[in-house]
């Protein structure tokens, strides 16, 4: 008889105890537990990095060479594992030229079908090639904005702010300020302009020259300085302010002074090609009437309906044949719930969540059979709604022939499992061990299993009485995305819960408008604790996204001097690369080098606390230079990183590890897990500090040196919120968070509520973006976005107490809300 499981046999990836499993194939197996118990290094570290290696030697020399530097699993045996497929949460972010159409390679099939079977214009002297029809090629970019359908501008609203302030006082709000601000300022008053009168009263010709000039003149300067400073003339030459703005965000290496001045451009569709990206040859040629930018614009639901006849047509020819394959993938999409998404959305305007189903349907369509796909948390950031449509996919994956591992925390897909691997009991050390393998409903009997009480509602928590807002804060008139004219109203003093199905404009409303509007009215007043770095990134980590956002319209706002301060955690990562972890980004580490530098040896050998910094060329190794990794490129395969073989992950030379403090060396501090630093920093108060708000917000698991690279967008977010928690606030801060249960097991989720429920109770003011219903029943206020996504979004369908949204006609939300509410009022 053929054996029917994968067998895993001394697993001891990462925090796993020699753990030995059988599970079985062609099943939908669940795997949970607590963050950081092991469930994803036995799914991914384990059962998946072995089948890649068995890949990788089964193809080629070069390949096996390379499986030494990426490592193999540490695993005495696995037998019955099939060829393995990962579909992870991408930690990386896609760039602005990546669309839904590139990631699922729909815009491919798009480009043929109007290369083969589209309506040329008359003269047209051949059929163009199909990448012809891509702003990504440089046959097919409109060659004014070279593909992106966006060309950057200054105006001198842009540039002018206030016009009332007279150049001495600042009136251009884009200069530089310090020296180089004053100096323009100097040139101008030589050459000749009054830079005292208000800016508006200035003659349009010299305000126009001013701003605009391509000029740059050369005059001596005869600065006036304080008494008894030196009044030294110098050569000057004079730069306008289009000139400064456009130079410093096209050739700045500094991340700060590009990130200045692109809040003073505005991004206006290009003038050729009216923001269709491509050249005028290609917009010529038509299908149904439309041009291709025309019908890559159209969500995918619509565009399925509008090839629908072209393919229900017989025969083998070009355009029934194309349009056949292009419906029969849209409809899958739509079944996922992604049918308002538009082919030519950027993907770095996608969630996580809407990546991984993107990829998931791409799946799909391969036709594979008797493969192992190792999915992470596919329902992450989906609203329930959308989550029934997921669980179908997975069980036409599964009735393809396929085995489906999935690392999961909504109890709802768990349910749904043909088989539960429940790692545990806790995280880091004090996990990695397998409590149950086997029928969900036998769960039931592992009494270790943090898992057990959520999946059987043994333990719901208890029903909450809604607090008494302070205030409110009011939008009018908004208008950006799918949001249209639209009123919203948020109580202040309260925790508010926004909700709606996957782009019904949750984000748009809460992330962009409700916190450009806040951060607008308290001004920028400086680096904020949102901004995508940290004390610890360095300029390679901070996004190089170019694109300025498009800014939202709203007719008024009310309510805004209640608050004092903003906070915007998001899930960016912390950083992109090895360098960038958990403890520089906290600033911890700052604490801990000085703790090394203060040993006796260190002090002997004249080292400060820079030489323990793996930044620093003196104390890091030079190999890797202080990253631990290596990146290792595969070829045709995504790249990796692998230890560094002279230091082997250490980070440092071994001079600097000869430095010890009770015993253990730099290195091993960065190895320690929150938990255990906290113990052994304890009589360290900067240290201890951090640690303790990081323990509070359920990451104890976590290594002080772990990669940025390796944490979800959950945990990075939780890192984020812990580094807000340590800074002493003062006044009324609103904290705006962006899904923030996501990748939480339900018993790391009611640790984060504690701490959000506490700021409330500080008297802040928390809006959370969230799809869990269990959060959404405990909060004070709901706002309901819907009823769909996309154009059938953008308005408040239901907003008030969750018991009043949840006995709310027409909302999608409403049913899964009175579902948990009624099992929050029976316990």
């Not at 030995?20 to 939908?28: E, F, K, S, T």
């Not at 579909?87 to 390679?105: D, F, I, K, M, N």
């Not at 991984?356 to 596919?378: K, M, W």
């Not at 980070?651 to 897990?673: F, K, S």
Request: aromatic share 6%.
């Amino acid at each position: 008889m053929v054996d029917s499981y994968v067998r895993v046999r001394g697993a001891r990836e990462h925090n796993l105890r020699g753990i030995d499993v059988d599970i079985p194939r062609d099943a939908l197996v669940a795997f949970t537990g607590v963050s950081g118990s092991g469930k994803s290094s036995l799914a991914f570290g384990t059962l998946y990095a072995e089948a890649q290696r068995r890949y990788f030697e089964s193809v080629a020399p070069y390949a096996r060479r390379l499986i030494h530097q990426v490592g193999a699993p540490k695993v005495e045996e696995i037998s019955g594992l099939p060829p393995a497929v990962a579909l992870e949460q991408r930690r990386s972010a896609p760039t602005s030229r990546s669309s839904v159409g590139t990631v699922t390679t729909l815009s491919n099939t798009l480009r043929m079908l109007f290369s083969r079977a589209g309506d040329y214009p008359p003269g047209s002297t051949g059929r163009l090639d199909s990448d012809a029809f891509s702003p990504n090629t440089a046959a097919g970019a409109c060659p004014e904005c070279h593909g992106l359908g966006t060309v950057h501008r200054v105006t001198e609203d842009s540039l002018v702010p206030d016009p009332s302030r007279s150049i001495r006082d600042g009136a251009v709000a884009a200069w530089p300020g310090a020296w180089q601000g004053k100096n323009l300022r100097d040139i101008l008053a030589t050459l000749g302009h009054d830079i005292d009168r208000p800016w508006r009263e200035l003659p349009p010709a010299d305000r126009e020259w001013i701003l605009f000039t391509d000029e740059q003149p050369v005059v001596t300067v005869h600065p006036v300085r304080e008494a008894g400073r030196i009044q030294r003339p110098y050569k000057g030459q004079y730069m306008s302010a289009r000139r400064y703005v456009l130079h410093t965000f096209a050739d700045s290496k500094s991340e700060p002074l590009r990130k200045r001045v692109r809040e003073f451009m505005t991004a206006e569709p290009c003038p050729a090609c009216g923001g269709r990206r491509l050249r005028p040859e290609a917009l010529a040629v038509t299908f149904e009437g439309h041009d291709i930018a025309t019908l890559a614009g159209l969500p995918l639901a619509t565009l399925a309906e509008l090839l629908r006849p072209t393919a229900a047509r017989p025969g083998d020819e070009p355009a029934p044949a194309l349009a056949r394959d292009l419906v029969a993938r849209i409809e899958i999409l739509t079944e996922l719930g992604l049918g308002y998404l538009g082919m030519d959305r950027p993907a770095p305007t996608l969630s996580a969540g809407e990546l991984q189903r993107l990829r998931l349907a791409t799946q799909l369509r391969s036709g594979l059979f008797g493969v192992v796909y190792v999915l992470d948390e596919p329902s992450a950031g989906l609203h329930p709604a959308d989550t029934e449509a997921l669980l179908t996919v997975l069980r036409r994956l599964k009735e393809a022939g396929n085995t489906l591992f999935v690392v999961e925390h909504d109890m709802d897909v768990v349910r749904h499992a043909d088989w539960i691997v429940d790692i545990g009991p806790r995280a880091g050390e004090h996990g990695g061990r397998v409590l149950h393998s086997g029928p969900v409903a036998a769960l039931a009997d592992a009494e270790h299993s943090a898992t057990r009480p959520f999946l059987f509602a043994t333990e719901p928590p208890p029903a909450r009485t809604p607090r008494t807002p302070t205030g409110t804060l009011a939008l009018h008139g908004v208008t950006l995305h799918n949001l249209r004219d639209l009123d919203a109203t948020f109580p202040l003093g309260v925790f508010t819960a926004v909700t709606g199905v996957s782009g019904s404009g949750k984000s748009t409303l809460v992330t962009r408008v409700l916190a450009e509007t806040v951060q607008e009215h308290l001004g920028a007043t400086g680096p904020r604790p949102d901004a995508d770095t940290g004390p610890g990134a360095s300029a390679a980590d901070v996004d190089q996204a170019t694109e300025p956002a498009p800014r939202a319209r709203l007719t008024a706002a009310t309510g805004l001097d209640a608050v004092d301060r903003l906070v915007r955690v998001d899930q960016k990562p912390i950083g992109r690369t090895p360098r960038s972890n958990l403890a520089t980004y906290t600033g911890l580490f700052d604490a801990v080098r000085k703790v090394f530098a203060a040993t006796d040896e260190a002090r002997a050998r004249g080292y400060t606390a820079g030489r323990f910094s793996f930044n620093v060329p003196a104390g890091r190794c030079e190999t890797c230079q202080g990253e631990g990794f290596t990146a290792v490129e595969l070829l045709f395969l995504p790249g990796t990183y692998a230890p560094c073989a002279d230091c082997h992950g250490a980070r440092y030379n071994p001079e600097t590890l000869q430095i010890t403090h009770r015993d253990r060396t730099i290195a091993d501090v960065l190895g320690l897990t929150v938990d255990d630093a906290a113990e052994f920093l304890a009589d360290v108060p900067a240290a201890a500090r951090s640690l303790r708000t990081l323990q509070d917000v359920g990451l104890g698991y976590l290594r002080l040196g772990q990669p940025a690279t390796e944490l979800s967008g959950g945990e990075a977010q939780r890192i984020k919120l812990a580094t807000e928690l340590q800074r002493t606030r003062r006044g009324h801060t609103l904290y705006l968070l962006d899904e923030p249960t996501t990748g939480l097991h339900p018993a790391d989720t009611e640790v984060l509520l504690r701490q959000l429920h506490g700021l409330v109770d500080a008297g802040h003011t928390v809006v959370v973006v969230e799809h869990d219903m269990g959060v959404v029943a405990g909060a004070d206020h709901v706002i309901d976005l819907g009823p769909g996504g996309g154009a059938e979004g953008g308005r408040i369908v239901a907003a008030g107490t969750p018991a009043e949204v949840a006995a709310a006609p027409g909302s999608r939300t409403a049913g899964y809300l009175a579902r948990r509410r009624a099992h929050r009022e029976r316990s």
